[in-house]
């Protein structure tokens, strides 16, 4: 009898190339083989290169998506991705800590589009004190994490969570990414110079770390295996949309 899958359920917008959002998160849980949930936070107009416009989900109709699926399955493990604003995120947060015991909660903060187009940018940064004590990690790249804590130390950044995970696609050495937790600073290194970027790559990175986490494996374990997965994903082909399936 196989093993019965954990569930992972990503909070994030749908993205019609597939290439990012709820639906790259979707299949990265598959190919990780965890089982995946979803709630829709927007209905975007993009490609993987053009970005057009973004349609906010009513946040009434967004917490009643989260509330019948906390209802129904015993959901420890989430990622939150594309949402409005704090006050949204807020909402959630709370919905999640009073349905899901000792949850498990990465927020990859996507502040604008790679593809082009623009959000408010700064929709979060006044709220960051009441979020971050809600969040188990967050990871942000290095231009993400510019606008939400400026100039601040990464150590000092991560006692406010229980990890930070900086993501290094921006960083001087390319692909290095930082895990600061635990007091500690874990480095991973990419596989080579990635021949060609890819779309997504910070969804798809969050998603393999929570899949990972839930299947059990320590934390640095988890990183190492995500961090993998993902220099499989940049080389996989030579377009901006990656595979998962290996």
Sequence with gaps: MSRKRPYCLTIAGF?????AGLVADCKAFEQI??????????????????????????????????TIL????????FKIGLIEN???????????HRYSKNPFIIWDPILKPTAGGDFSIDRFS?????LLPLISCITPNLPEYKLLFGDQNPETVA??????????????????????????????????????????TGCVLSAALLAHLALDYPLVKACLKSKRYIDYYLNSTETLLGNHSR
């Design 33 to 66: 083989h965890v089982q995946g949930l979803s709630v829709l936070t927007a209905n975007t107009i993009q490609t993987e290169d053009q970005y057009f416009e973004t349609n906010w989900v009513d946040q009434q109709q967004l917490i009643a998506q989260l």
């Design 159 to 200: 006692s406010s969570v229980k990890m930070l995970y900086l993501k290094g696609g921006h960083a001087s050495i390319p692909g290095k990414d930082l895990l600061y937790a635990n007091g500690n600073c874990y480095p991973f290194n990419s596989r080579g110079i990635p021949k060609n970027g890819k779309h997504g």
């Design 126 to 130: 006044e709220k960051l004190p009441e």
């Design 15 to 19: 993205d019609p190339s597939g290439g």
């Design 86 to 96: 704090a006050e949204v995120l807020l909402a959630v947060l709370g919905l999640i």
């Design 70 to 77: 906390l209802e129904r399955y015993p959901v420890r493990y």
